[in-house]
């Protein structure tokens, strides 16, 4: 430094001089950021922020119906039942207003971008005093259901059947039904040898088979099918599902829950000597089994007689064509046309023989001859190829929809199960629950337990009904409808039937006579209230009976004790069709032919 220097004044004009070499203006105050408000759209009335993640999930479980998710959103508690809300609430923390802030300029910046993509439901909640960003337009929030839908598997295209494997006690239904479980690879080889070990136990070393299907101990205990059992197994060309139903008389309105679902009737009846003719004759559940498959829709009849390789048989030809001899007439005599819809074919369903190989010629050698001459109305040699070779008719897509309900129960919203039988079912779709003439909005379908766009006539579905149905709403017998084609619910039915039995204490059918109606999946109690006319076995008719015997037909009027889902026969036949049944019998079948007229 030079000793010299004078000392160091500042210039006045200099500014002042701080550290760091450069002088701080003086603080300004900060802008103020611009309210959302002043860029966005005017927000609706309700004051809703549309982009709130917990308002998206909360609107979609209401499928866009703000009234009621404003309801919902009033009731916190009761949403985290929902999977999706608590996606969304799950594991979040408390946030300052910037970061939710950040957060929906984010979100909304991706939805520019790319609209169809929404935002992710575990986006955490806004907290409260945010502001509000500009709102969603409803269009988008459609879209996005949309995409769901189309995103969600259809379904398998091909053909659904439903069997039900019908006929005495001890004819060997179970066993039958899962040997084909075993044959078609949905039962592994282990399970299998589990099954032997404990039909050994009980000395029942032949059922293991059936214990597939009897899944209760009194079942397996006692070798009865009480419940229907029901199991899917599929073909190359086509999907099944198996009703197991029981075979004894007590349990016949179980049988008839599991008939009404049919589309294919497979009746088993034992060659066994003695069994087929305790079976067959009067008292005998063949019979009634037969007739009550005719009566409740069943397309096709297969009569498989069972157990050819008991010693008894041996796979005797003339015992099989003596059980077909006498079975033919009887079935006609139900209704059956036996060249179109009743097949005959000898099976083991202990061994498998013809159910899904052929049977060795060593052993059966007439039966190769037999059926490629189209004798017994079948030209396939097994029973799994000849249920592929039928072929359904009647399954009207474009009909109205029907969907007779088998059950109802709660699983996050009122679910009932039942069979289209016409008609096509899709997610968002409004149906109408007769007879409450109940609105409803489908939130969901799925056929065999797999989510589905639409299900087609023949599938068995579970639909959830939204729009507040409760488990009360709806019950077993009723139907949902198209909503603007609904069926008819009527307490009066005039109808024709054929009566084939009566109680032991009452010969005769006169007006006043009471007995339980079946028709579909209802049951309701009915009296007689007129008899119109008779016809009797050798067709002469009486306009002015005033009772009618059994083997007779007539026309009558049904009073039920409460208004029933009921189509006539000529209009859907599968609402049309109806059993009586007292005291544990059968006693007459009939149609629905005329129905009240609709009131104004």
Same mark, same amino acid.
């Given at each position: 430094?030079?000793? #010299?220097?004078?000392?160091?004044?500042?210039?006045?004009?200099? @500014?002042?001089?701080?550290?760091?070499?450069?002088?701080?203006?003086?603080?300004?105050?900060?802008?103020?950021?611009?309210?959302?408000?002043?860029?966005?759209?005017?927000?609706?009335?309700?004051?809703?922020?549309?982009?709130?993640?917990?308002?998206?999930?909360?609107?979609?479980?209401?499928?866009?119906?703000?009234?009621?998710?404003?309801?919902?959103?009033? #009731?916190?508690?009761?949403?985290?039942?929902?999977?999706? =809300?608590?996606?969304?609430?799950?594991?979040?923390?408390?946030?300052?207003? *910037?970061?939710?802030?950040?957060?929906?300029?984010?979100?909304?910046?991706?939805?520019?971008?790319?609209?169809?993509?929404?935002?992710?439901?575990?986006?955490?909640?806004?907290?409260?005093?945010?502001?509000?960003?500009?709102?969603?337009?409803?269009?988008?929030?459609?879209?996005?259901?949309?995409?769901?839908?189309?995103?969600?598997?259809?379904?398998?295209? +091909?053909?659904?059947?439903?069997?039900?494997?019908?006929?005495?006690?001890?004819?060997?239904?179970?066993?039958?039904?899962?040997?084909?479980?075993?044959?078609?690879?949905?039962?592994?080889?282990?399970?299998?040898?589990?099954?032997?070990?404990?039909?050994?136990?009980? #000395?029942?070393?032949?059922?293991?088979?059936?214990?597939?299907?009897?899944?209760?101990?009194?079942?397996?205990?006692?070798?009865?099918?009480?419940?229907?059992?029901?199991?899917?197994?599929?073909?190359?060309?086509?999907?099944?599902?198996?009703?197991?139903? @029981?075979?004894?008389?007590?349990?016949?309105?179980?049988?008839?829950?599991?008939?009404?679902?049919?589309?294919?009737?497979?009746?088993?009846?034992?060659?066994?000597?003695?069994?087929?003719?305790?079976?067959?004759?009067?008292?005998?559940?063949?019979?009634?089994?037969?007739?009550?498959?005719?009566?409740?829709?069943?397309?096709?009849?297969?009569?498989?007689?069972?157990?050819?390789?008991?010693?008894?048989?041996?796979?005797?030809?003339?015992?099989?064509?003596?059980?077909?001899?006498?079975?033919?007439?009887?079935?006609?005599?139900?209704?059956?046309?036996?060249?179109?819809?009743?097949?005959?074919?000898?099976?083991?369903?202990?061994?498998?023989?013809? =159910?899904?190989?052929?049977?060795?010629?060593?052993?059966?050698?007439?039966?190769?001859? *037999?059926? *490629?001459?189209?004798?017994?109305?079948?030209? %396939?040699?097994?029973?799994?190829?000849?249920?592929?070779?039928?072929?359904?008719?009647?399954?009207?897509?474009?009909?109205?929809?029907?969907?007779?309900?088998?059950?109802?129960?709660?699983? +996050?919203?009122?679910?009932?199960?039942?069979?289209?039988?016409?008609?096509?079912?899709?997610?968002?779709?409004?149906?109408?629950?007769?007879?409450?003439?109940?609105?409803?909005?489908?939130?969901?379908?799925?056929?065999?337990?797999? @989510?589905?766009?639409?299900?087609?006539?023949?599938?068995?579905?579970?639909?959830?009904?939204?729009?507040?149905?409760?488990?009360?709403?709806?019950?077993?017998?009723?139907?949902?409808?198209?909503?603007?084609?609904?069926? +008819?619910?009527?307490?009066?039915?005039?109808?024709?039937?054929?009566?084939?039995?009566? @109680?032991?204490?009452?010969?005769?059918?006169?007006?006043?006579?009471?007995?339980?109606?079946?028709?579909?999946?209802?049951?309701?109690?009915?009296?007689?209230?007129?008899?119109?006319?008779? %016809?009797?076995?050798?067709? =002469?008719?009486?306009?002015?009976?005033?009772?009618?015997?059994? #083997?007779?037909?007539?026309?009558?009027?049904?009073?039920?004790?409460? %208004?029933?889902?009921?189509?006539?026969?000529?209009?859907?036949?599968?609402?049309?069709?109806?059993?009586?049944?007292?005291?544990?019998?059968?006693?007459?079948?009939?149609?629905?032919?005329?129905?009240?007229?609709?009131?104004?």
């Amino acid at each position: 430094m030079n000793p #010299n220097a004078g000392e160091w004044k500042p210039s006045v004009a200099a @500014p002042s001089w701080t550290p760091g070499g450069f002088t701080v203006p003086a603080p300004a105050p900060a802008p103020a950021p611009p309210p959302a408000q002043a860029q966005a759209p005017p927000v609706e009335d309700d004051g809703i922020d549309e982009t709130d993640p917990l308002w998206q999930a909360v609107i979609k479980i209401a499928d866009g119906d703000r009234n009621r998710a404003k309801k919902m959103i009033e #009731n916190p508690d009761s949403l985290l039942q929902y999977p999706e =809300v608590a996606a969304v609430l799950g594991g979040d923390q408390p946030m300052d207003t *910037s970061d939710a802030e950040d957060l929906l300029v984010k979100a909304t910046q991706d939805i520019k971008i790319d609209e169809d993509v929404p935002p992710p439901s575990s986006a955490p909640a806004p907290a409260a005093g945010a502001p509000s960003p500009a709102p969603k337009e409803p269009e988008p929030m459609e879209e996005e259901q949309e995409l769901e839908v189309q995103d969600a598997d259809i379904g398998d295209p +091909r053909e659904h059947m439903n069997l039900v494997f019908i006929g005495h006690v001890d004819a060997g239904k179970s066993t039958l039904s899962g040997n084909i479980l075993y044959l078609t690879d949905n039962v592994d080889k282990r399970t299998i040898e589990k099954y032997e070990r404990e039909a050994k136990e009980l #000395n029942r070393e032949s059922w293991f088979l059936a214990f597939i299907m009897d899944t209760n101990e009194e079942e397996r205990a006692k070798g009865k099918t009480v419940e229907v059992g029901r199991a899917h197994f599929e073909t190359v060309v086509k999907r099944y599902t198996i009703m197991d139903a @029981p075979g004894h008389k007590n349990y016949v309105p179980n049988m008839i829950m599991g008939a009404s679902q049919a589309d294919i009737g497979v009746l088993v009846i034992s060659a066994r000597r003695g069994e087929f003719e305790t079976g067959f004759d009067r008292g005998g559940q063949t019979r009634e089994h037969a007739m009550l498959a005719k009566t409740l829709g069943v397309s096709f009849l297969v009569v498989v007689i069972n157990k050819m390789d008991d010693p008894t048989v041996n796979w005797d030809k003339k015992r099989f064509d003596e059980c077909v001899s006498k079975l033919r007439p009887f079935l006609k005599g139900c209704g059956f046309t036996i060249k179109k819809e009743v097949k005959f074919l000898p099976i083991s369903g202990l061994s498998g023989a013809n =159910v899904k190989d052929e049977v060795d010629p060593s052993v059966c050698s007439w039966w190769k001859p *037999s059926y *490629s001459k189209g004798e017994n109305n079948t030209t %396939t040699p097994t029973l799994l190829s000849l249920l592929d070779s039928l072929e359904m008719t009647g399954r009207e897509i474009d009909a109205p929809l029907r969907i007779p309900v088998l059950d109802r129960y709660v699983d +996050r919203g009122t679910i009932a199960m039942g069979k289209v039988e016409s008609g096509l079912v899709r997610p968002g779709m409004k149906v109408m629950v007769m007879p409450t003439r109940n609105i409803y909005k489908v939130e969901g379908v799925w056929a065999n337990e797999e @989510p589905v766009t639409a299900a087609r006539p023949g599938e068995n579905v579970l639909v959830k009904l939204g729009g507040g149905c409760g488990v009360e709403d709806i019950r077993k017998g009723f139907v949902i409808c198209s909503k603007n084609n609904p069926c +008819r619910s009527v307490s009066k039915i005039i109808c024709q039937m054929a009566i084939v039995d009566m @109680p032991e204490n009452t010969r005769i059918l006169t007006a006043g006579f009471q007995a339980i109606f079946h028709a579909h999946t209802c049951e309701e109690e009915c009296t007689i209230s007129k008899v119109f006319e008779t %016809t009797n076995a050798k067709g =002469v008719t009486n306009k002015n009976a005033r009772f009618v015997n059994v #083997n007779n037909r007539c026309v009558c009027m049904l009073e039920l004790s409460r %208004t029933v889902p009921v189509e006539t026969f000529t209009d859907f036949p599968f609402l049309g069709r109806f059993t009586l049944r007292t005291e544990g019998k059968t006693i007459a079948i009939g149609k629905v032919t005329k129905l009240p007229p609709k009131k104004d």
